[in-house]
């Protein structure tokens, strides 16, 4: 059977073939083909050489994948995959291979970089996955609280605990069918994460003799991993928000012509190279290349001797990461196929649910999760100490019956013996307040959760403005508006916009009293670390906690929430709607400007289920939220919805690269379609 191509009316692509290998290398021409400028970028950051093609800019990127092994550690677990599955991943290559360097003349951005598309090689889409997941586990967090725990004492590690400014996370629920109109459970929800143009997730239907998935594919990478249905079984994932990665501190010292590290039984010898990264308009870099027994130094290490710091992750330990499970959900049929399946599963650590047409439904963790010390979990551990050595695998993941609605938003529950800091329950509570108000749901009906606007989180800050007297006339005024404001982040409210003023007044005050000071100045630390390491992001994301906590007298609270107060009602410009300031900034390989005009203005907020993420204290605009929305339907696989913030094609030129904004800032769905009688059929 030769390979056919077919688009439904929002240029999404449906590949059918006579095998799965066949299907592969048809999946491998299509993203070539879609996103063949979104590939060659992600090809050069997974092996850490982006800044030939970036400039400057990405050398901390680059310098850091080089650091972490990314490149090697992808083929290490390439060399140790089950022939089939690694036959199945180089079908995929080839047709990536094959389709490149025609498609890459229809990608203008080739031409403005004057670069060639380069070679694929086997083992890349497990670089680009390794790429995309190494820090959703958020281990810079552990240098943070080093640094905490340093500067201010180890009561105050506990001061900053949410879901940070550089974490991913997503909302996820399974309705099961006694409380849907149709009888068979519905799987919704939408994954949170930086939001880039071209988008990480790629609509796709891939059909051959042994199955049939459409699904969220990722762009340089074979199946479907994420979120599918095949019909008769569907699954999805959060982060599950565990913690997995440790970080090392390292004693090196150069001895004759090796270079050695101290562990536990004494000096060792560490493996040390130097490579090159080529910058586009700038000279090269040198960085110096380090592992030690634990694992690649990530920090430190410009010097042949002195501290450093290493990263300890299971694909570099285990070479596995994972893969084996993407063909096995390709071919899942019930429930019980996908929970074997998530068997297999490595990186990222995420929280599944699933459901099927015989009513069978799953709730589970999968992943690798190591065994060690507390203290590993926590901050970084010293190399040279015992008993802080991996003792082996976490082992059976948790898992729970689901006997009703059940909602996964990064919140403490079913993952909380695997984490450290988990999401605040504010997404989760009001998911599940929404879906106890119906017992009859329908797949359009997910709308109205998906793009929910009630900031849950805006009460600690809230509580204590009702308290304050002798406010100013002004100050009096904008304290009752608050007080009376329904708490929605909408886009037209101009009251969300007085609240996230007071707020990021707040977050600046804060950040800069004298109890924090000492978090105040330069870390010793990376660049690629920063969003985990600055001080008033890390303020506006502990916001609830840090005015719950004592490290500020009850009085300096009140007086600085005062002191905000009368600075944001003598500001003016008391009309101006959230969605105004709170706009798409989508992150993009080259600079280019919006599809049309401006970026759109956006609802929501970081705590709303629509969670749109600015900084407060920073930016308004908004740079990570839903990546997709999808319904899985049960029922009738036809009656499925989904939508990507952009569109499906990565071309510029094409009228189906933006064409799904619209849509996805209504909260509207596209219908899933499989009948490729309704379809078009691509002529090549």
């Not at 130094?297 to 010097?303: E, I, L, M, R, Y």
């Not at 749901?441 to 109205?448: L, N, Y």
Request: hydrophobic share 45%; aromatic share 8%; proline share 8%.
């Amino acid at each position: 059977m030769s390979i056919e191509v077919y688009r439904d009316p929002w240029g999404i692509p449906h590949l059918r073939a006579g095998s799965p290998l066949e299907l592969a290398r048809a999946q491998g021409r299509n993203a070539a083909t879609d996103r063949a400028w979104q590939l060659e970028v992600e090809r050069h950051r997974a092996q850490g050489t982006s800044a030939a093609l970036l400039g400057p800019e990405a050398v901390p990127w680059d310098r850091f994948a080089r650091r972490a092994r990314l490149a090697d550690t992808a083929r290490r677990c390439f060399d140790a995959l089950d022939a089939d599955t690694a036959a199945w991943v180089r079908a995929y290559v080839d047709g990536v291979n094959d389709a490149l360097p025609q498609q890459a003349d229809h990608a203008p951005e080739f031409a403005e970089t004057s670069v060639e598309p380069g070679s694929w090689r086997p083992w890349t889409p497990l670089a680009l996955w390794l790429s995309h997941h190494i820090l959703f586990a958020g281990f810079p967090a552990k240098l943070w609280r080093d640094l905490v725990a340093h500067r201010l004492g180890d009561h105050a590690i506990g001061l900053f605990a949410t879901d940070g400014p550089a974490t991913s996370g997503s909302n996820g629920w399974l309705v099961p069918g006694d409380r849907t109109a149709t009888g068979a459970a519905l799987i919704a929800g939408d994954p949170h994460r930086f939001i880039e143009a071209p988008g990480i997730y790629q609509q796709i239907h891939l059909v051959c003799p042994e199955f049939d998935v459409v699904g969220l594919a990722v762009p340089g990478v074979p199946g479907i991993a994420h979120f599918g249905h095949t019909g008769k079984v569907a699954w999805a994932i959060t982060n599950a928000m565990a913690d997995y990665q440790d970080l090392y501190r390292e004693r090196l010292r150069r001895t004759g012509d090796r270079t050695e590290a101290l562990g536990p039984d004494g000096w060792r010898p560490a493996a040390t190279r130097t490579e090159t990264i080529e910058v586009a308009g700038a000279d090269p870099v040198t960085v110096r290349i380090v592992e030690t027994e634990r694992g690649p130094v990530v920090a430190g290490a410009d010097t042949e001797d002195g501290e450093a710091i290493s990263l300890r992750y299971p694909p570099r330990v285990r070479a596995d990461l994972g893969f084996a499970a993407l063909p096995a959900l390709l071919r899942a049929t019930t429930v019980a196929d996908v929970d074997r399946a998530f068997d297999h599963w490595a990186e990222p650590v995420n929280v599944v649910q699933a459901a099927d047409t015989e009513g069978g439904m799953l709730h589970r963790v999968a992943g690798t999760v190591p065994l060690r010390h507390p203290d590993n979990r926590l901050r970084v551990v010293d190399a040279w100490r015992p008993g802080h050595q991996w003792r082996g695998w976490y082992g059976p993941m948790p898992r729970e019956v689901v006997t009703g609605v059940a909602v996964m938003a990064n919140q403490r529950g079913i993952a909380e013996p695997l984490g450290v800091e988990f999401a605040p329950s504010h997404r989760a509570d009001r998911i599940g307040e929404l879906l106890g108000r119906h017992s009859a749901w329908t797949g359009p009906d997910m709308a109205a959760v998906h793009t929910d606007t009630h900031l849950g989180s805006a009460r600690p800050l809230l509580d204590p403005l009702a308290a304050l007297p002798g406010l100013s006339p002004e100050a009096a005024r904008l304290r009752d508006r608050l007080l009376a404001w329904d708490r929605r982040m909408a886009a037209d409210s101009t009251d969300a916009t007085s609240y996230a003023r007071l707020r990021s007044a707040v977050v600046r005050r804060l950040a800069a009293h004298p109890a924090l000071s000492a978090l105040s100045g330069p870390v010793p630390y990376p660049e690629v670390f920063l969003p985990w390491l600055a001080l008033v992001p890390r303020v506006a994301y502990g916001l609830q906690a840090l005015l719950g906590s004592d490290l500020l007298p009850e009085s300096d609270r009140a007086e600085l929430i005062r002191a905000a107060v009368e600075e944001v009602a003598t500001a003016g410009e008391p009309d101006t709607p959230w969605g105004m300031l709170h706009r798409l900034a989508p992150w993009q390989a080259l600079p280019g400007g919006p599809p049309e005009g401006a970026w759109p203005a956006l609802a929501g907020d970081h705590d709303c289920v629509l969670s749109t993420s600015s900084v407060p204290g920073v930016t308004d605009l908004s740079a990570r939220g839903p990546a997709a929305r999808y319904v899985w339907d049960l029922a009738r696989r036809e009656d499925s919805l989904w939508v990507v913030p952009l569109g499906a094609s990565g071309r510029p030129r094409s009228a189906h690269h933006h064409d799904q904004l619209p849509l996805w800032l209504r909260g509207d769905l596209v219908p899933v379609i499989t009948d490729f009688t309704l379809l078009t059929e691509e002529r090549t």
